[in-house]
């Protein structure tokens, strides 16, 4: 039994004194794959990214505060109506954010295949297949109070 022993201790002592100048002696090559660190970027962008409550695709402009109070979603019979409210705090009656918000969505949407149908003064309507959208910006005490009304057939 001490001779098993002996010989187990001799053998895991002589494999880990081997493994050990293996480790050693291996040079290890760390290979950077070009356009790695963009990838990275582009990744933690696409997760960080938010959409609209009640949407899959529609982006939520940055800095925008979910309203759940005055927010909603409905099932009917023919599809679904979403209506999701967000605030921007501490906007001053002259900043342009407004319009910011407009154009965002102006350019944004028609890349994930909504139609600006409309848009008159601080609303503004697309349309893709049956679904509707509309977008309607308005301030009201430093806030500015966004609000997506959305039909989906």
């Not at 990275?40 to 609209?52: C, H, I, L």
């Not at 109506?81 to 009656?93: D, R």
């Amino acid at each position: 039994m001490k001779f098993i022993q002996f010989f187990v201790i001799s053998a895991v002592f002589i494999i880990s004194s081997c493994v050990e100048k293996i480790v050693n002696q291996t040079p290890i090559i760390v290979q950077e794959v070009p356009g790695q660190s963009q990838l990275d970027n582009r990744q933690s962008a696409f997760q960080e990214k938010r959409y609209v409550s009640g949407t899959d695709d529609v982006p939520l402009f940055e800095g925008l505060e979910f309203d759940e109070e005055n927010s909603s979603n409905f099932d009917t019979m023919t599809g679904n109506i979403v209506i999701s409210n967000y605030l921007y705090p501490n906007n001053s009656q002259n900043n342009p954010l407004a319009k910011s918000i407009q154009n965002f969505y102006q350019n944004a949407l028609p890349q994930l295949g909504w139609t600006l149908s409309k848009s008159v003064d601080n609303k503004i309507l697309f349309i893709r297949d049956n679904d509707k959208l509309e977008i309607s910006i308005k301030s009201v005490d430093k806030t500015l109070s966004v609000r997506f009304f959305i039909i989906q057939s």
